[in-house]
């Protein structure tokens, strides 16, 4: 539901794209592939700085409550674009946030390096992609050789510094097989938390649409054979949305996730424009959910998010009951698909 005006806006997550640059090809990457060839010449230049990024957090901290903030790219290891992840951490840890940071694990900073940024490794959360039980699966779909070994050494390494390490694997028709054996093996190596979702028609995988999984029962099946393994399992499973098993008994060890894009969290992009969820940046009709620009002088955040247009058009259309993940997933993939979670 959108905030109620009557009521204060709260903000529990945010998302953060600290640069675009990367050093993969996913089939999956719901940053557009024009993004990324246009990056250095078009964005680059436009991109906000450490103290801007790091204002707007404070911002969402002292006004309205923020507790969490997740590093996003792009990859935020490389060494270009490692000092300005490096400060945003650093200023995470010292307002007390939950600080977790994202990537594909072929990130060109030592996780010692980063992991040294906290006083304490427990406040800090890893998540990595991983996609697949194979070494070729996991290379094939992000595009470069030696993901799959450098992914699984860095979760290694990161488990063994004390951070909590989650992996977060995308299914699709060339990798779905795999996903049991690629819960074991992570669990096997100290990875805390499984997290999986099917892969959505959003960004590049706009190009891979016969790789999308096309039907509720094939997510369903999955779910319900990931959901018996957790049970086995040292790693806990989360699943968010779109779940289509039965979420009204607790199951062991497994995690039911909801949605809280355009409620309590928000993403904003290297170059500050402000969206309700990170995957309608790929999305072909991506500038009606713009919800502004937190650069522009006109842009107040109170007023944008209690009656922006473009919210509107995502909250109609968005909730745990008609999410256009679940929705498109129901009609299989009939054109397009926004992701949740």
Known sequence: MPPDKRLPIVFDHLRLCVSFYCNLHCKHCY???????????????????????????????????????????????????????????????????????????????????????????????????????????????????????????????????????????????????????AYRLLSSIGVGSFRIKPMFA???????????????????????????????TAARLELPPPIFVDTSQPRPNVKFSKCDCGITSVYLSANGDLYPCPYVVGDPDSEAFL????????????TAWRTSPALKHYRADSGCSHCPSQVALLKNIENRALACG
């Open 31 to 181: 940053v557009p592939q024009q993004y990324r060839d246009e990056y250095k010449r078009r964005l680059e230049p436009s991109q906000l700085s450490v103290d801007e990024m790091t204002n707007f957090i404070d911002l969402l901290i002292d006004r309205y409550g923020l507790t969490k903030v997740s590093v996003t790219g792009g990859e935020p290891l490389l060494r270009v674009v490692f000092p300005r992840t490096e400060a945003v951490l650093a200023h995470g840890q010292k307002r007390g946030m939950q600080v977790q940071l994202n990537t594909a694990g072929l990130g060109q900073v030592p996780i010692s390096d980063v992991v040294s940024i906290f006083d304490d490794p427990g406040k800090l959360t890893l998540q990595f992609s991983f996609d697949g039980a194979k070494r070729d699966t996991v290379d094939r779909f992000r595009g470069k050789p030696g993901v799959y070994d450098s992914a699984l050494r860095q979760m290694s390494e990161a488990a063994n510094c004390g951070v909590l390490v989650q992996a977060r694997m995308t299914a699709n028709r060339q990798n779905i097989a795999e996903a049991l054996d």
């Open 202 to 232: 959003s960004g590049v995988a706009l190009d891979n649409e016969e790789a999308l999984l096309g039907s509720a029962d094939e997510i369903r099946e999955l779910q319900q054979a990931l959901i018996a393994t957790a049970a086995k």
């Open 291 to 302: 919800v502004g620009n937190i650069r522009s002088p006109e842009f107040d955040l109170d």
